[in-house]
T-cell receptor, first 112, second 115 residues
Framework: QQQVKQSPQSLIVQKGGISIINCAYENTAFDYFPWYQQFPGKGPALLIA?????SEKKEGRFTISFNKSAKQFSLHIMDSQPGDSATYFC???????????FGPGTRLSVLP | DGGITQSPKYLFRKEGQNVTLSCEQN?????MYWYRQDPGQGLRLIYYSQIVNDFQKGDIAEGYSVSREKKESFPLTVTSAQKNPTAFYLCASTLSGRGRWDTQYFGPGTRLTVL
């Protein structure tokens, strides 16, 4: 119940296309769902996050869609650019935020 | 600039040696974390600390030890008991280990290689 599943493992998208990464969780106690972006050799950086009281959050080209009943959330990257090529991790945390659970990551490659 | 620093960036260890990875933050965050990342894999929690002089084991604590003598510092020692220590180690912190919406902020990482 502590797991967060993430798919696909890798994704190749043409420049200008839409990248979609999906995550699913089981534990309904999770109440915070961030996405992190990690470039090779660097630490992950917070990209965008959502709470379960909203169904969608948009920041620039990045949108999180959240389906509470299905226990799923996804990241959409519009107009994908080569600079978006990185590994993306979804995560979930519950009360007190003391223990984040991370998905296994998706390696995104955006072709020029 | 506020942030999390980790040192060294690269570390090489001989078999049977203990090594210590440094993590310092000037964000005034209460909680700090250590993760291990293996190639092509996600993050696995080693240890975390919500307050000075207190810490808890994560999912893969065996072969590792930590201390939290100061709020700003959370060093990780990789002991000789850790049989496969070659990995990328990430330190993170949050404002409060008890906040519901806390975001984890990560350091730049230390890549440890066993020779």
């Amino acid at each position: 119940q502590q797991q967060v599943k993430q798919s696909p493992q890798s994704l190749i998208v043409q420049k200008g296309g839409i990248s979609i990464i999906n995550c699913a969780y089981e534990n309904t106690a999770f109440d915070y769902f961030p996405w992190y972006q990690q470039f090779p050799g660097k630490g992950p950086a917070l990209l965008i996050a959502i709470r379960p009281d909203v169904s969608e959050k948009k920041e620039g080209r990045f949108t999180i869609s959240f389906n509470k009943s299905a226990k799923q959330f996804s990241l959409h990257i519009m107009d994908s650019q080569p600079g978006d090529s990185a590994t993306y991790f979804c995560a979930a945390s519950m009360n007190y935020g003391q223990n984040f659970v991370f998905g296994p990551g998706t390696r995104l490659s955006v072709l020029p | 600039d506020g942030g999390i620093t980790q040192s060294p960036k690269y570390l090489f260890r001989k078999e049977g040696q203990n090594v210590t990875l440094s993590c310092e933050q000037n964000l005034n965050h209460d909680a700090m974390y250590w993760y291990r990342q293996d190639p092509g894999q996600g993050l696995r929690l080693i240890y975390y600390s919500q307050i000075v002089n207190d810490f808890q084991k994560g999912d893969i604590a065996e072969g590792y030890s930590v201390s939290r003598e100061k709020k700003e510092s959370f060093p990780l020692t990789v002991t000789s008991a850790q049989k496969n220590p070659t990995a990328f180690y990430l330190c993170a912190s949050t404002l409060s280990g008890r906040g519901r919406w806390d975001t984890q902020y990560f350091g730049p990482g230390t890549r440890l290689t066993v020779l």
